[in-house]
C-alpha cells in the first residue's frame, strides 16, 4: 500500500515562508508523479493551487510556488498571509490512480 | 464558470447500497477526466476513482475495488459512483472533481454530498 507523506503541522510568521513537503513510501518523488497541491479552509471543499509539480491555476496566488526538493515534492509560501492558514494537502500519481498525502495543517501565528 | 453539483447522500444501513451523482455544466464535460474524493468526518482527503473523457477507462483505489464504481452520462453531463456493500467507514463528504489537461487533478471541485453509514 502505497502512502504519501507531509508534514502532520507547521507554524509560520505573517510575511514568513514555509515550504511543505511531500515524499512517497516507493522512494523519490519525480516529475513522473505529477505532484498536485491543494489548499482546505474548514467546511469548505479543497481548492486546487498547484498542478504537475510547479505549473500555477488562474487563480492561485503569486506566493505559492511547487518544486522539487531533494527526493520529496514541496509547496513553499513566500510572504505568508493570515488568510493561508488551512490545511494543505498533496496529491501524487501512481500509474493511473492518485494518492492524497495526510495533510499539513498550517498555522499563521 | 465551471459548476458540479453532487447529489444522492443520506443515511444507509451497513451493507446496503447508494448511488450518487454529480451534474456538471459550464464546460464540456464530454472532454475532461472527472474523479471522485471522499472525506470521512475531521479527516483528510482520499482519491477515491477516476474515470475517462469516454469511460472507456477507470481507476480506483486498490482498498475500493469491487464495491464501488465510477460511471458517466456525457448526454447528461453526469457523473456517477454506485456505492455497494457499504461500511461504518464509507461515511464521509463525497467530492466530484473535474481534472484538466497534462495531469492536472481536481482543478474544480463540487461541495460534497455527505453519505452516513450506520444502523
Known amino acids: 500500500q502505497t502512502v504519501v507523506t507531509q508534514e502532520p503541522s507547521l507554524t509560520v510568521s505573517p510575511g514568513g515562508t514555509v515550504t511543505l513537503t511531500c515524499a512517497s513510501s516507493?522512494?523519490?518523488?519525480?516529475?513522473?508523479?505529477?505532484p498536485n497541491w491543494f489548499q482546505q479552509k474548514p467546511g469548505q471543499a479543497p481548492r486546487a493551487l498547484i498542478y504537475?509539480?510547479?505549473n500555477k491555476h488562474s487563480w492561485t496566488p503569486a506566493r505559492f510556488s511547487g518544486s522539487l526538493l531533494g527526493d520529496k515534492a514541496a509547496l513553499t509560501l513566500s510572504g505568508v498571509q493570515p488568510e493561508d492558514e488551512a490545511e494543505y494537502y498533496c496529491?501524487?500519481?501512481?500509474?493511473?490512480?492518485?494518492?492524497f498525502g495526510g495533510g499539513t495543517k498550517l498555522t499563521v501565528l | 464558470e465551471v459548476q458540479l453539483v453532487e447529489s444522492g447522500g443520506g443515511l444507509v444501513q451497513p451493507g446496503g447500497s447508494l448511488r450518487l451523482s454529480c451534474a456538471a455544466s459550464?464546460?464540456?464535460?464530454?472532454?475532461?477526466?472527472m474523479t471522485w474524493v471522499r472525506q470521512a468526518p475531521g479527516k483528510g482527503l482520499e482519491w477515491v476513482a477516476n474515470i475517462k473523457q469516454d469511460g472507456s477507462g477507470q481507476y480506483y483505489v486498490d482498498s475500493l475495488k469491487g464495491r464501488f464504481t465510477i460511471s458517466r452520462d456525457n448526454a447528461k453531463n453526469s457523473l456517477y459512483l454506485q456505492m455497494n456493500s457499504l461500511r461504518a467507514e464509507d461515511t464521509a463528504v463525497y467530492f466530484c472533481a473535474r481534472g484538466d489537461s497534462g495531469y492536472c487533478e481536481g482543478a474544480y471541485w463540487g461541495q460534497g454530498t455527505l453519505v452516513t453509514v450506520s444502523s
Open positions: 496529491l501524487l500519481h501512481y500509474a493511473g490512480a492518485w494518492v
Open positions: 516507493t522512494g523519490a518523488v519525480t516529475s513522473g508523479y505529477y
Open positions: 459550464g464546460f464540456t464535460f464530454s472532454s475532461y477526466w
Open positions: 504537475r509539480t510547479s
